[in-house]
């Protein structure tokens, strides 16, 4: 590694607004009752979960754990079910679902009522598809080329994208769904912090020698971007935290860029630039 290692972190980097403003709810929810409840973690990124639970932000498995608390229903979305089972226990909801994400819920209920075949672009199982795809029936979920093209011709079809989903994977599902579907309307629901993440890495990724993405395996929103930074740059490395980085990465190494998934919180962040700057970094651009 070159003595002298220039940093470039991106600039936004990190927590996008709907996780910041999902995780500054439950502490405030938390403070004011003593504690609040959570279906699920709030956020892909475990050491996120571990420190909102110091501040009583309790992860249950259902509803039935939820004792004289608020309820607090998480960023990625909820289920129709779960707000109706909420709703006859007469469960204080505290809502912290992305906005953006309330928009996709929107889009996809008007696109059922113009009578089209709905389509999901997202990943299997993923909490926000789930969501999505509970609030109309019978909605396809497509998360690859190849299921887009095993898919047979439709007359009439409406398509939605998670809102994390890779900008080129969209447009080469859209492609494809464009020469089967006749009547294809598409809502571009990929949310602009996922853009502009997703854009800052590629004017980041052929300018370093490295780039490191910061977030946790459990988060496809990082997956994504360390694909996105692979596809530019083959020294690319996804890290849960500083003592995953290892100092063999930076041979003959001058330059290092870095980015993080929108569930990875500022002091995860700090803690790679400070690591990197005690691998012997000299200047932080």
Known sequence: MSSVLKIMVAKDAGFCFGVRDAIEKAREVAREHGKVYMLGDIVHNERVVKDLAKENVNVVDSLEQVKDAPVLFRAHGTIPEIWAEAGKKELEIVDATCPLVHEIHDEIKKLHLEGRKLIIIGDHGHDEVVAIQAQVPQAIIIASIKEAEALPRMKKAGVVSQSTQMI??????????????????????????????????????????????????????????HEVSLSLNPRSYMVENASDIQESWFDKAESVGISAGASSPDDLIEEVVEHLNNLHVKSRV
């Open 168 to 225: 080129e994977n969209v447009q080469e599902i859209i492609g494809i769904l464009s020469m089967k579907i006749y009547d294809l309307r598409f809502v571009n629901t990929v949310c602009f912090p996922t853009r502009r993440n997703q854009s800052q890495i590629k004017e980041i990724a052929p300018n370093a020698d490295v780039m490191i993405i910061v977030g946790s395996y459990t988060s496809a929103n990082t997956k994504r971007l």
